[in-house]
Nanobody, 122 residues
Framework: QVQLVESGGGLVQAGGSLRLSCVPSGNIFSIDGVGWYRQAPGKQRELVATITSGGSTNYADSVKGRFTISRDYAKNTMYLQMNSLKPEDTAVYYC????????????????WGQGTQVTVSS
């Protein structure tokens, strides 16, 4: 059973910072790409940032220069550092990981965390 657990959300004033963490657990052989997504009330879930196993990153235009996605391979943890937060960043943030539970590529699947609320006040 694979689980992704996010933490680090909360209430912050505009201009402030938060760091989200995502820790996978369970029967994991390897983790490929990892991403952070968010969903605001009444809106569709959208991509925030992704990072490949090789360290290549991709960001939504709305967060470029403010957010940084990273991975700590030793701690097996993924992060989203969010600076200069704006009220429009308010959303539930989800981490997602493409991972394998066995050496076989057939075991590769996408998993999602339960989400963590980020609220930015003006």
């Amino acid at each position: 059973q694979v689980q992704l657990v996010e933490s680090g959300g909360g209430l912050v004033q505009a201009g402030g910072s938060l760091r989200l963490s995502c820790v996978p657990s369970g029967n994991i052989f390897s983790i490929d790409g990892v991403g952070w997504y968010r969903q605001a009330p009444g809106k569709q879930r959208e991509l925030v940032a992704t990072i490949t196993s090789g360290g290549s990153t991709n960001y939504a235009d709305s967060v470029k220069g403010r957010f940084t996605i990273s991975r700590d391979y030793a701690k097996n943890t993924m992060y989203l550092q969010m600076n200069s937060l704006k009220p429009e960043d308010t959303a539930v943030y989800y981490c997602s990981a493409d991972l394998r539970t066995t050496p076989s590529l057939a075991s590769r699947a996408s998993y999602w965390g339960q989400g963590t609320q980020v609220t930015v006040s003006s």
